[in-house]
């Protein structure tokens, strides 16, 4: 889905170096979401944001910081990255839920590697 | 917390076989969603069930979801090459502040050999 992109594609740091992963979305949802992927854990909820200046941790919060002053922009900051934030990081984003709705449209990833 | 579990965790068929991966909750789900991943890719959503005992079939792809809406399967008939990915389940977390999130299983890996 070309609407939601992140960048970069790939990205190798260091331990203790801060990262920053862009998010950016062109469909205007209120809802957006960080997941990071690992083998054997699937899909976990690092932080989500309801709507612009709000935001809440997930399951897997510790290490990291969102901020969202702009609805289409959701970035996700490791501020001091380690090797077990090496992963596989999506973002992405869904129209308020209905009572029973919600369908997540993702990016196209970015695999991070902390040396 | 809620946990979604999912099994198998990974499933090789020759093509041509059936496939199915099988999805439960530790707590009742107001609806659960299906997503494909492809090798590399990133989640598509497949289909979402809201109803108790609800059947929704895609072509070759059928999806339960269970009496009490705590369990959900994906069957896929006759398996293509074309369906070698990771299927996931997914459902939100109940009421409040955790409106919209999703919990996702650990996926199926799906191996399709010709």
């Known amino acids: 889905d070309a609407g939601i992109t992140q960048s970069p594609r790939y990205k190798i740091t260091e331990t203790g170096r801060q990262v920053t992963l862009m998010c950016h979305q062109t469909?205007?949802?209120?809802?957006m979401f960080w997941y990071r992927q690992d083998l054997g854990h699937g899909l976990r909820l690092i932080y989500y944001?309801?709507?612009?200046?709000?935001?809440d941790k997930g399951e897997v919060p510790d290490g990291y910081v969102v901020s969202r002053s702009k609805t289409e922009n959701f970035p996700l900051t490791l501020e001091s990255a380690t090797r077990s934030q090496t992963s596989v990081y999506f973002c992405?984003?869904?129209?308020?839920?209905?009572?029973?709705?919600?369908?997540?449209?993702f990016g196209s990833g970015t695999q991070l590697s902390v040396l | 917390g809620q946990q979604v579990m999912q099994i198998p965790q990974y499933q090789h068929v020759q093509e041509g076989e059936d496939f199915t991966t099988y999805c439960n909750s530790s707590?009742?789900?107001?609806?659960i969603q299906w997503y494909k991943q492809r090798p590399g890719g990133h989640p598509v959503f497949l289909i979402q069930l809201v109803k108790s005992g609800e059947v929704k079939k895609q072509k070759r792809l059928t999806f339960q979801f269970g009496e009490a809406k705590k369990n959900s399967s994906l069957h896929i008939t006759a398996t293509q090459t074309t369906d070698v990915g990771t299927y996931f389940c997914a459902g939100p977390k109940a009421g409040g502040t955790s409106y919209g999130k999703l919990t996702f299983g650990q996926g199926t890996i799906l191996t399709v050999h010709p």
């Open positions: 707590t009742t789900l107001s609806n």
């Open positions: 469909w205007s949802h209120s809802y």
């Open positions: 992405a984003s869904s129209e308020p839920p209905r009572p029973n709705g919600g369908r997540l449209f």
């Open positions: 944001s309801a709507a612009a200046d709000i935001t």
